[in-house]
């Protein structure tokens, strides 16, 4: 999913007609049900991203559910995953692809080509709104996409190597990372304009901004990850308002997850392979609890997942990279429950109800 595990690495070495638009629904799935897709990233340049499909009325687990859907591998570096109407949309970073599955089948509608002439786009990140889905490519671009038509329409320039995305207040906030040009990376965040597809200026925010979530009041949060070294990853505020950073936080995170009200803020240390995650409430700005999930039996956690139907945590464990990992679930109050082993370096869920 992410190029960390490459940077720590390096760091270590040295148109008139219209379309239906898609919308999200809770239509009961006819087929797939009670479950949930847990993409699996692979390892990098190896070819071998998987999905897992979880059974979740008899605990069954098939970590092979791609490849018996179709009869090929999804590719290499599942970055992203999302459900918008009645499709599934499956970032494929190396092999700069997005895969378009039917939600009902998990087959495939069609495989996306995210080339630029001869050259990888390397997408990142999909978000949504109304017709369109929006694409992070890491040559400096957010792709525009039909979701009826599954075609490019546009593509938005924005700053080096874009993230994670959040839409609040009629415009898109697009992380600029600039990660692949270490150490001189990017800090800023787009602005995009959704009724004109056009960005309106950047804002800045700190070194190498990746993860970016939108509260219930409207407010942008950006995680800006640093140098994993001596700088570092830290949370910003973005009062949307009037697109300032209002608020520099100064505790240690990686990841935001929102549950209900509250972001789970969730920090995994390379230096020496701990991991934490907190509870933070967007009304006050403060962390309630520090260490609200123990993380004693999680090796390297690699993302937090909240399914708010059922009040559950789905911690994602890639078990230190080299082996298959697992889905470690915890209640709503942060207890552990049970686990799941799925395929290599777990990155995100998507839920079946």
């Excluded at 970073?93 to 390397?122: C, P």
């Excluded at 078990?319 to 686990?339: D, P």
Aim: aromatic share 10%.
């Amino acid at each position: 999913m992410r190029y960390i595990k490459l940077f720590i690495i390096v760091f270590l070495a040295v148109s008139c007609k219209k379309h239906k638009v898609e919308t999200p629904d809770s239509t009961a799935i006819s087929g797939l049900k009670n479950g949930m897709l847990v993409l699996c990233e692979g390892l990098f340049q190896q070819n071998n991203a998987t999905l897992s499909w979880i059974d979740l009325s008899n605990n069954t687990i098939d970590n092979d559910f791609f490849t018996t859907k179709n009869s090929r591998n999804l590719g290499d570096t599942g970055n992203d995953i999302a459900q918008y109407g009645s499709k599934i949309y499956i970032v494929v970073n190396v092999s700069s692809t997005l895969e378009v599955l039917d939600k009902n089948t998990g087959k495939s509608i069609k495989q996306i080509s995210m080339l630029n002439g001869n050259t990888s786009k390397q997408p990142r990140y999909i978000t949504f709104n109304g017709s369109n889905a929006f694409v992070t490519c890491y040559d400096g671009y957010v792709d525009v996409l039909d979701t009826a038509s599954l075609t490019i329409t546009q593509r938005i320039k924005v700053g080096d190597n874009p993230e994670q995305m959040a839409i609040s207040n009629n415009k898109l906030y697009v992380a600029n990372s600039g990660g692949l040009n270490s150490p001189n990376v990017d800090s800023t965040v787009s602005v995009i304009g959704l009724s004109n597809l056009q960005e309106l200026y950047k804002i800045t925010v700190g070194k190498n901004p990746g993860s970016v979530k939108v509260d219930n009041q409207g407010d942008i949060y950006v995680i800006t990850r640093g140098n994993y070294s001596t700088i570092p990853s830290r949370m910003v505020r973005i009062n949307t308002q009037t697109d300032q950073v209002a608020q520099n936080f100064s505790f240690d995170a990686s990841g935001i997850e929102k549950m209900g009200n509250k972001f789970l803020i969730n920090f995994y240390n390379y230096s020496n392979s701990t991991s934490n995650i907190a509870l933070f409430n967007t009304e006050n700005e403060a962390i309630e609890i520090n260490n609200f999930i123990s993380t004693s039996n999680i090796t390297t956690l690699y993302g937090v997942v909240y399914r708010s139907s059922n009040n559950k945590i789905y911690c994602l464990d890639a078990m230190s990279f080299t082996n298959t990992g697992y889905v470690r679930v915890f209640s709503g109050s942060g207890i552990y429950e049970t686990s799941y082993h799925v395929g290599l370096n777990p990155n995100n869920i998507l839920f079946y109800e």
